[in-house]
């Protein structure tokens, strides 16, 4: 059985899918993962078989609100309902299909898996007439946000022949969904047949020598920070690490691959500033997480019952950091709320608070309890 996977190449949708296709490929399977070239790296170091697709660069947020000027009206929570449909219908799918389409035809797959945010897997599957599988990274994308992408990628469909989907194919066959019971938000009916499967996340060998802890006081809180690899705005930065400097804890601060750690400042011993750390190094030692409250980082959080502490900036954070708050497992500061003193004020509401951790455990437990990758790639190979 052939299954060719498909998705983004960014580390938020690659390191979630790496287990299921690890689990696929250890199955027997013969896997193939078409993504755009500046992903192919890491795929290929953690053994899976891929086929880099030529793309041009992604659009920095920035960069989509220029080419969108519309977004800039919108209010940041509600930035994300037309981001979606213009990153990845718009601007995404388009030369995804391109590059996609010729390996689809060649390599002819018997099932497509896709990442909820890949729209041109659904296609190429169509055209071959097989089966295709939408795997969730986060929340259930919001069916106003999914509409609108379908509207965007419904030229493509018809450039190939075929008549478009509703939602864009993505729940044609079967949802893989990642997100805990506690953490459900609103109407899934128009989701007819839903999979859940424990979110894991790769995020690709451990680092060399020991894990680089701030010094200071040895028995103090460590609260890690991390806005994922998109929005790490300096400036942002530089609230957080005001806020915790003036706290008894040891805070380790991660700026991104692409960042400066000198955009803080000279810091006391308390506090380490460092461009990336694997987070499945750091979060074991962690008592609270900062963070965007982007899907990966939030939920490997959750697995290991860490309150949050939920900064959302775009994409599908506002709908994590609301899910978290609902839930009791976290709090949440919007862009206009998170203030040094405001950040301040919540990292020790949710050190001295105990009931955020007790929610934060029963959400790991039920994420415990949820199908592994393994149980998955099973139902998967019964689809054909």
Not at 183 to 210: F, I, Y
Not at 300 to 325: V, W
Request: hydrophobic share 45%; aromatic share 4%.
């Amino acid at each position: 059985m052939k299954v060719l996977v498909t998705s983004p190449a960014g580390a938020g949708h690659v390191n979630q899918m790496v287990p299921l296709a690890k689990a696929l490929v250890s199955r027997g399977l013969d896997v193939l993962w078409a993504v755009p070239d500046r992903g192919a790296a890491s795929i290929r170091a953690a053994g899976i078989p891929v086929s880099p697709l030529p793309f041009p660069a992604p659009a920095t947020p920035a960069e989509l609100r220029q080419r969108y000027p519309e977004l800039a009206e919108l209010p940041p929570a509600e930035v994300p309902d037309l981001m979606f449909a213009k990153m990845f219908g718009a601007m995404h799918a388009p030369p995804m299909l391109e590059g996609l389409a010729p390996v689809a035809q060649e390599w002819r797959p018997d099932l497509v898996l896709c990442d909820a945010a890949e729209l041109a897997g659904h296609i190429v599957a169509a055209e071959l007439a097989v089966p295709s599988v939408t795997k969730g990274f986060g929340a259930l994308i919001p069916v106003h946000r999914v509409e609108r992408a379908a509207d965007e990628v419904r030229a493509l469909w018809e450039s190939r022949g075929l008549q478009p989907r509703l939602y864009a194919g993505a729940y044609e066959h079967l949802y893989l969904d990642v997100y805990p019971p506690e953490l459900q938000m609103g109407d899934v009916s128009h989701v007819p047949r839903r999979q859940l499967m424990r979110p894991v996340s790769d995020n690709g060998p451990a680092g060399e020598g020991p894990l680089p802890l701030p010094t200071g006081r040895p028995e103090a809180p460590l609260v890690y920070v991390t806005m994922g690899t998109v929005f790490n705005n300096p400036g942002l930065f530089g609230g957080i690490v005001g806020a915790l400097a003036t706290l008894d804890v040891r805070a380790l601060v991660t700026v991104g691959p692409q960042g400066d750690p000198g955009v803080v400042g000279e810091q006391p011993d308390h506090v380490r500033v460092e461009r990336y750390v694997p987070q499945t190094q750091v979060l074991p030692n962690c008592d609270v997480v900062i963070s965007h409250a982007g899907s990966g980082t939030a939920l490997a959080a959750l697995e290991l019952g860490l309150p949050q502490l939920c900064l959302p900036q775009g994409a599908d954070q506002f709908l994590n950091a609301a899910a978290i708050t609902r839930a009791g497992a976290g709090l949440e500061l919007r862009p206009d709320a998170a203030t040094p003193d405001a950040i301040r004020t919540a990292v020790e509401r949710l050190l001295t608070d105990a009931s955020f951790r007790t929610a934060a455990g029963r959400i790991a437990a039920s994420i415990a309890s949820m199908p592994s990758p393994e149980d998955v790639a099973v139902v998967l190979e019964s689809l054909v």
